[in-house]
Every structure is written in structure tokens, then in C-alpha cells.
């Protein structure tokens, strides 16, 4: 039990996403904020450590498994995962979550003004996140992907325009700690994605489409913090010759 509570939290959903589930549960940030042990994040909440590990040995037994055990992909593949799966999803919902957004300020802003910052914050989000994709797939992918056939052919690297790949990812971390703070004021906001009393359904669907793609980018981001941005990092100093 003392090894669950000195583990990072990023390090126990690398492990096994199942687990990601009871610390969205409890509201602790796994994925901007995944290198706190799970001691640290429970001070942190007041949450007694051992009620929280119980949760997590109940999930990895109980829960089904997704079958998608990311900690264990080659990373050519994960970069390929997190553009197909999630690059493309946040493509493709953002212009349909801006409508529904945009339609709720017309009709229910003046009764909710929350509604107004809630849009701005959510247009904000889709315009950073749109150059943050492009900074992956133009830079840092397309060099991950270049280590791992080194590694393949036993060849070595030469050092990038950024020097080390440690810069981009930095860049990209800050990046997502913004994004991450920018949807826990939208959730706060609507109140956990939870409509008013008064809301119509297209108030629904807004609520439920925000927060799946807060999940979506939840899972975005800790695929690329917890297991593939330490991955890159120590496969450049085996490649780099």
C-alpha cells in the first residue's frame, strides 16, 4: 500500500487507465497535474490516502479493461493513436460544439451570463488548440517518429533545429497546464456540466458535448504527459549518438 501512495499519479494511469476513473471521481487532475504522488494529491483534497487506494484496487479488478495498454506501445504508434483518435475528434467537435455554444448565448445569455464566458473561454481553447496540434504533428511527432526508426536500424540522430527535444515538449506541457485550467473554470462555470432547471435540450446537448470533450482532452493529455513525453525523452539519449 505504501508503494501506491509514493507512485505519481501519472504513473498509475500509465499503468492501467482503469484508475483514471476514480481520480475523475474525486477530482484530482491526472493528466496536467499527474506528477504528484497519490499521497500528495490526497493531502492536497483532504481525502484519506486508503479510502483512495481501495477505490484504485477496486477499479483495476472490477472495472472492464479497455484492452488499450498505451504504457506498452511502440511510440510511432501512440503518435499515430493520439493524432487519429484525438487530434481528429477535437477537428471535428469543435466547430459543432461552437454552434451549440454560440446558440445558447442568443437565447439563454441574458437569463445565464455565464454562457458568455463559458463560449469565450471554449472558442479560446479551440483556437490554441488548434496551433498546439499542428506544433505535434509538423515538429515533435514527425521526430519521434524519426527516433524510433533510428532505434530499428541501430542508426543514431542528429540533433533537431530544437536542439533537444526537451524544448518542444516543455512548450507543449505549459500548453496543456493552460488548457487544463482554462476547462476546470468552464466546468466550474456550468456547474460540472450540469444544466439549470430551466435548460431546453439543446442546453443538454451542450453540457454533454463540453464534457466529453474535457474527457477526451483529459486522456489527450495524459497520453502525451505520463507516457509518451518521458518515453521520447529517453529514447533521444539512446539514439543520439
Given at each position: 500500500m505504501n508503494d501506491i501512495k509514493e507512485k505519481t499519479?501519472?504513473?498509475?494511469?500509465?499503468?492501467?487507465?482503469?484508475?483514471?476513473?476514480?481520480?475523475?471521481?474525486?477530482?484530482?487532475?491526472?493528466?496536467?497535474?499527474?506528477?504528484?504522488?497519490?499521497?500528495?494529491?490526497?493531502?492536497?483534497?483532504?481525502?484519506?490516502?486508503?479510502?483512495v487506494i481501495t477505490k484504485l484496487l477496486e477499479a483495476t479488478h472490477t472495472a472492464p479493461d479497455s484492452g488499450l495498454?498505451?504504457?506498452?506501445?511502440?511510440?510511432?504508434?501512440?503518435?499515430?493513436?493520439?493524432?487519429?483518435?484525438?487530434?481528429?475528434y477535437i477537428e471535428r467537435q469543435t466547430p459543432v460544439i461552437k454552434n451549440y455554444v454560440d446558440k445558447l448565448c442568443k437565447v439563454h445569455g441574458t437569463r445565464h451570463p455565464d454562457l458568455y464566458t463559458?463560449?469565450?473561454?471554449?472558442?479560446?481553447?479551440?483556437?490554441?488548440?488548434a496551433k498546439h496540434m499542428k506544433k505535434e504533428e509538423l515538429i515533435l511527432f514527425p521526430f519521434i517518429r524519426q527516433m524510433v526508426k533510428a532505434k530499428e536500424t541501430g542508426?543514431?540522430?542528429?540533433?533537431?533545429?530544437?536542439?533537444?527535444?526537451?524544448?518542444?515538449?516543455?512548450?507543449?506541457?505549459?500548453?496543456?497546464?493552460?488548457?487544463?485550467?482554462?476547462?476546470?473554470?468552464?466546468?466550474?462555470?456550468?456547474?460540472?456540466?450540469?444544466?439549470?432547471?430551466?435548460?431546453?435540450?439543446?442546453?443538454?446537448?451542450?453540457?454533454?458535448?463540453l464534457k466529453e470533450f474535457q474527457d477526451n482532452l483529459h486522456l489527450h493529455i495524459h497520453l502525451e504527459n505520463n507516457i509518451l513525453f518521458p518515453k521520447a525523452i529517453e529514447l533521444e539519449k539512446l539514439v543520439s549518438g
Open positions: 499519479i501519472g504513473e498509475i494511469v500509465a499503468e492501467d487507465y482503469r484508475t483514471a476513473s476514480v481520480f475523475e471521481s474525486l477530482g484530482i487532475d491526472f493528466c496536467c497535474k499527474g506528477n504528484r504522488t497519490v499521497q500528495e494529491a490526497c493531502d492536497q483534497k483532504s481525502i484519506p490516502v486508503e479510502e495498454a498505451f504504457n506498452s506501445w511502440e511510440l510511432d504508434a501512440l503518435v499515430d493513436y493520439i493524432e487519429n483518435k484525438h487530434h481528429r463559458i463560449t469565450e473561454a471554449f472558442h479560446n481553447s479551440a483556437g490554441e488548440l542508426q543514431t540522430v542528429r540533433a533537431s533545429h530544437f536542439f533537444t527535444v526537451n524544448n518542444p515538449i516543455k512548450v507543449l506541457m505549459q500548453e496543456h497546464d493552460e488548457e487544463g485550467e482554462r476547462f476546470a473554470k468552464i466546468a466550474e462555470l456550468c456547474n460540472h456540466y450540469t444544466p439549470p432547471e430551466d435548460a431546453c435540450n439543446t442546453y443538454h446537448v451542450t453540457y454533454t458535448l
